[in-house]
Structure formats: structure tokens, C-alpha cells
């Protein structure tokens, strides 16, 4: 197998994203959002919101991050941030279909991969901590946003959502400004409670 069949193989197994649902929907509520909708969207997010970030921020290199992120998700599914998930299983299991996604690639292409995805699971770089708080940011203004139709999910109230989305957004003050605006537009609007 030459390398660009082997840099094919992982290119196509990727496509099986548009068929992985995530719980949230797209922005009309019409249906679920797929993993691919979402990755796409979010590195839309980066360049849009790239002011946002601290200075000296690679947007590039959050957009990069922000690329591979979900990828694990082609083997190991999406795990939904309101479950009360064990953390180091999500963690195993993600690796694991990292290790199995990434194996698919030619030697001289897996180490630039894989090193974006750990640097992404790490947040030890700004530009890993902004993909974060953007990855965790996008939901919300689908959502919530001004034109989003609501949760179906009645037990997410702000408690909740403040307790997941502040410690992940809140460190880049932009960003959770502009939570803050969504989640009392929503509130405003009948779509989440207080508590």
C-alpha cells in the first residue's frame, strides 16, 4: 500500500463523522447536528471569534487543533458533556480510537496528527485552552443563541450549564461574555431555567 492509499484510507474513514449525531441540534432545532457539522462549524467559530483570543494566539494552529478534535469520535462516538461520564474512561476510550484512526496514516504523517490531538487533550497551550472554551462555546450559540430553538433537554437550567461551560469559557473574558449574553437572552426568551 503506497502512502497516499494509506493517507486516502484515513481520509475516508473521516467521512463516517456526517453520520455521528450529537445531542444538540443544528440551529432551527429541525435535527441533530452530526460530529463533521459541528468540527467544520467550530473552526468557522476560530476565525470569526479570533479577536477574542489572548495575544500572540496561533489562530492557525486553533484551527488546526480545533480540525482534529472530534476526529476520535469516527471509532469513539460523541460523548455528550451532560453525562456524568467517568472521566479517565472517556479519556482510554478516546486514545484508544486515536490509536486506531491515527494507525491508518503513513509513519511521516501520524506524529503531526497525533500531536495535535494530544496537545488538544492536554490544554496546556493557549491555543489548545482557546480551541476548548470554542468547542465549548459553539453549543451554546446553537443552541441558545438569538435565532436557536432551545434544548429538548429540560433539566439543563443556567446552574448547570454555568457549572459545565464557565470553567472552560471563562478564562478568555470575551468568550464568556458572550455566554453570559446568550444564557439571559435564553432565559429571557423561556428557554432555560434558573435553577
Same mark, same amino acid.
Given at each position: 500500500m503506497t502512502e497516499t492509499d494509506q493517507l486516502l +484510507?484515513?481520509?475516508?474513514?473521516?467521512?463516517?463523522?456526517?453520520?455521528i449525531a450529537r445531542e444538540n441540534r443544528v440551529l432551527d432545532g429541525s435535527r441533530h447536528e452530526t460530529v463533521a457539522e459541528h468540527c467544520w462549524h467550530?473552526?468557522?467559530?476560530?476565525l470569526t471569534l479570533a479577536d477574542a483570543a489572548p495575544a500572540g494566539t496561533d489562530i492557525d494552529h486553533v484551527v488546526n487543533l480545533l480540525t482534529i478534535h472530534d476526529l476520535v469520535e469516527v471509532y469513539a462516538? +460523541?460523548?455528550?458533556?451532560w453525562w456524568e461520564a467517568d472521566e479517565a474512561e472517556v479519556a482510554a476510550r478516546e486514545q484508544e480510537a486515536a490509536d486506531r484512526l491515527f494507525a491508518q496514516l503513513p509513519d511521516s504523517a501520524r506524529p503531526r496528527f497525533a500531536e495535535l490531538?494530544?496537545?488538544?487533550?492536554?490544554?496546556e497551550t493557549v491555543e489548545a485552552r482557546f480551541a476548548r472554551a470554542l468547542d465549548a462555546l459553539h453549543p451554546l450559540l446553537m443552541t441558545w443563541g438569538t435565532r436557536g430553538a432551545g434544548h429538548v433537554r429540560k433539566d439543563l437550567t443556567v446552574e448547570r450549564i454555568v457549572a459545565k461551560k464557565q470553567p472552560l469559557i471563562g478564562p478568555f473574558p470575551a468568550l464568556w461574555a458572550l455566554a453570559?449574553?446568550?444564557i439571559a437572552e435564553a432565559v429571557a426568551r423561556g428557554l432555560l431555567a434558573l435553577s
Amino acid at each position: 500500500m503506497t502512502e497516499t492509499d494509506q493517507l486516502l +484510507d484515513f481520509f475516508l474513514a473521516t467521512d463516517r463523522l456526517k453520520h455521528i449525531a450529537r445531542e444538540n441540534r443544528v440551529l432551527d432545532g429541525s435535527r441533530h447536528e452530526t460530529v463533521a457539522e459541528h468540527c467544520w462549524h467550530v473552526t468557522l467559530l476560530a476565525l470569526t471569534l479570533a479577536d477574542a483570543a489572548p495575544a500572540g494566539t496561533d489562530i492557525d494552529h486553533v484551527v488546526n487543533l480545533l480540525t482534529i478534535h472530534d476526529l476520535v469520535e469516527v471509532y469513539a462516538g +460523541d460523548t455528550v458533556i451532560w453525562w456524568e461520564a467517568d472521566e479517565a474512561e472517556v479519556a482510554a476510550r478516546e486514545q484508544e480510537a486515536a490509536d486506531r484512526l491515527f494507525a491508518q496514516l503513513p509513519d511521516s504523517a501520524r506524529p503531526r496528527f497525533a500531536e495535535l490531538n494530544a496537545e488538544f487533550m492536554a490544554q496546556e497551550t493557549v491555543e489548545a485552552r482557546f480551541a476548548r472554551a470554542l468547542d465549548a462555546l459553539h453549543p451554546l450559540l446553537m443552541t441558545w443563541g438569538t435565532r436557536g430553538a432551545g434544548h429538548v433537554r429540560k433539566d439543563l437550567t443556567v446552574e448547570r450549564i454555568v457549572a459545565k461551560k464557565q470553567p472552560l469559557i471563562g478564562p478568555f473574558p470575551a468568550l464568556w461574555a458572550l455566554a453570559e449574553q446568550v444564557i439571559a437572552e435564553a432565559v429571557a426568551r423561556g428557554l432555560l431555567a434558573l435553577s
